[in-house]
């Protein structure tokens, strides 16, 4: 069995400052790991993917998320934030190659606020 | 690129109306999905289907049924509205080759409202 957990649900933040979004996951076996961002009234577009490769995983628009399994963490960072980031994140798991044996956990979300 | 298109936007339908909600993916993707979106809960998955005319109920079916007579085209269906089907709904596909490994690629979300 997998599952997700988003630690917070509103994290304030002020233009120029560090991002940190934390997800925690379980999973029987070696997972994926996904983020993705939702902008007011759109669709999910993703950030960045974790498939066992380089424990430290690079998305698009400067984010960056580390993969810890001692700790069964996920959390996505970015070092300077933009008025533009704001926005509802989505911490994702999923484990199996198999549709039928394993479904996509989605986390309960994040929405990040950006302070001028 | 990817485009995975949901035809309503936004929808105002009243209490016992069928609602049909079109998805049109471009990519020939075997695996479609339907989720609902409410705030503080996150996105529920109602329904799969990984090839055409075959479906798979996901964690909230109850009210809804699914339709996929193309590769391309997966229909969620309402069969009588009610207020508490008010909601977000995203359409998502995904590439069987890539398994859960994949990205999910999204509509841009039909917003349902039910009077």
């Known amino acids: 069995a997998q599952s997700v957990t988003q630690l917070d649900s509103h994290v304030s933040v002020s233009e120029g400052t560090p991002v940190l979004l934390r997800c925690n996951y379980s999973s029987s076996y070696s997972p994926s790991l996904f983020w993705y961002v939702q902008h007011p009234n759109k669709g999910l577009q993703l950030l960045l993917k974790?498939?066992?490769?380089?424990?430290l995983v690079k998305g698009i628009n400067g984010f960056e998320a580390e993969f810890k399994k001692s700790e069964t963490s996920f959390h996505l960072t970015k070092p300077s934030a933009h008025m533009s980031d704001a926005a509802e994140y989505f911490c994702?798991?999923?484990?199996?190659?198999?549709?039928?044996?394993?479904?996509?956990?989605f986390g309960k979300g994040t929405r990040l606020h950006i302070l001028p | 690129d990817v485009k995975v298109t949901q035809s309503s936007r936004y929808l105002v339908k009243r209490t016992g109306e069928k609602v049909f909600l079109e998805c049109v993916q471009d990519?020939?993707?075997?695996?479609m999905f339907w989720y609902r979106q409410d705030p503080g809960l996150g996105l529920r998955l109602i329904y799969f289907?990984?090839?055409?005319?075959?479906?798979e109920k996901g964690d909230i079916p109850e009210g809804y049924s699914v339709s996929r007579e193309k590769k391309e085209r997966f229909s969620l269906i309402l069969e009588s509205a009610s207020t508490n089907q008010t909601s977000m709904y995203l359409c998502a596909s995904i590439p069987i080759a890539g398994g859960y490994t994949g990205e999910l690629f999204f509509g841009e979300g039909s917003r349902l409202t039910v009077l």
């Open positions: 994702v798991v999923s484990g199996s190659w198999t549709l039928r044996d394993d479904k996509i956990i």
């Open positions: 974790y498939t066992s490769a380089a424990t």
């Open positions: 990519m020939d993707h075997e695996n």
């Open positions: 289907s990984y090839d055409v005319k075959m479906k």
